[in-house]
């Protein structure tokens, strides 16, 4: 398997599976002489953690980070960043079932076919365990743009979602509930609705909305590294994301050319921001603003039908711990691989003014 880099400049090479000894990853090209704030990582790793409320999986693991180099007298060096993050709390045998069979909607029949092994143990590889790494280094390129600001909610669970422009909304209360919603009166319907759906042993899925502040004009490199696509790249890296729109997105397409054009105010700023802070694929300087969509959680604690390694139609059942709904988990993971791509262009940016 290879492919476990991500990013051009700034970039994280990733190990480890979800019942593993440990996860990590190595972070190349963070400029030397950064001060990180350790705990503004641990921070935003603690967001992500499995176990934090009743309505994500109860897996309990304290997702301490250990860095291994490259920070010295808590400052970048330069060289590459080591870190590990060890697997506590690992119940193995609640995937003892899965030897043989194909769960529907996961990985286990791709890359079975794919490889001709596979780690039946939560997915192994393809579990969103790993993205603990990708919380990680996200959170070190977050400080390296410190003056960019990035904010991501959940703004649907299901049918119900949030009415609200993000400009209405006070991102101070985005950590106020459970759901990383910052619409609190839509924030107790969704967590409601969570609960019944996982009450019946069943699942449900919603949509993240991320908001990218402060972007300074130029990032982004046609024709084929816009902004935007890199963006939706990172996006749709995510498990279980089905869907990326930025801007005016598909409401777009409902509109005249008259209505969708941002008019120019005379200092360069745009009037309205249908075109969602990017324009021919570099930052134009207002807010870049976009939407995720993530699909229902694959694994049911209810009866499915399915089929064996060998072709022969069975009945399963999922055991042990999973999330009913992955979104509320999921907004540190949206700001994680936004801030890669903000920081991989705002490195890029560099070079080319030398």
């Known amino acids: 398997m290879s492919n476990n880099t991500f990013g051009k400049l700034f970039t994280v090479t990733t190990f480890g599976e979800s019942h593993g000894t440990a996860i990590g990853g190595i972070i190349d090209g963070c400029p030397a002489g950064i001060e990180l704030d350790l705990e503004a990582i641990q ?5 992500r953690k499995p176990g934090q409320s009743k309505i994500v999986t109860q897996r309990k ?3 301490t980070v250990q860095f291994l180099s490259g920070i010295f007298e808590g400052k970048t060096t330069g060289t590459s960043i080591g870190f590990m993050i060890q697997n506590t709390n690992q119940k193995s045998k609640d995937y003892s ?6 769960r529907p909607s996961h990985a286990d029949y791709t890359y079975d076919k ?6 039946y ?3 192994g590889r393809t579990s969103a365990r790993e993205t603990a790494n990708w919380v990680v280094a996200g959170a070190v390129a977050k400080q390296l743009i410190s003056d960019i600001k990035i904010n991501a909610f959940t703004s649907s669970v299901g049918e119900i979602s949030i009415n609200k422009p993000y400009q209405d909304l006070d991102f101070n209360l985005i950590e106020s509930n459970d759901l990383r919603c910052p619409d609190t009166e839509m924030a107790e319907k969704m967590i409601d609705h969570i609960k019944e759906v996982k009450k019946a042993g069943d699942t449900v899925g919603g949509t993240i909305t991320c908001v990218i502040q402060n972007v300074p004009i130029g990032l982004g490199e046609p024709i084929f590294n816009k902004l935007h696509a890199q963006l939706g790249k990172a996006m749709l890296s995510i498990n279980a994301v089905k869907g990326f729109e930025y801007g005016s997105g598909f409401c777009g397409t409902k509109m005249k050319g008259s209505e969708h054009n941002d008019k120019f105010n005379q200092d360069g700023t745009t009037k309205t921001n249908l075109s ?3 324009q021919g694929g570099v930052s134009n300087g207002m807010d870049i603003y976009f939407r995720v969509a993530f699909k229902p959680v694959a694994t049911l604690i209810q009866k499915q039908e399915t089929i064996d390694s060998e072709g022969n139609v069975v009945e399963m059942q999922g055991r042990g711990r999973h999330d ?12 994680a691989m936004a801030a890669m791509v903000m920081a991989d262009f705002y490195l890029l940016d560099k070079t080319t003014k030398i």
Request: glycine content about 14%.
């Open 61 to 63: 693991e304290p997702d």
């Open 276 to 278: 969602g802070g990017i």
């Open 114 to 119: 794919k490889y001709g092994v596979r780690d």
């Open 97 to 102: 079932h899965n030897v043989n069979v194909y």
């Open 324 to 335: 009913p709904c992955v979104v509320p988990r999921a907004v540190p993971i949206v700001e």
């Open 43 to 47: 921070k935003d790793l603690d967001r």
């Open 121 to 123: 143990r939560g997915g």
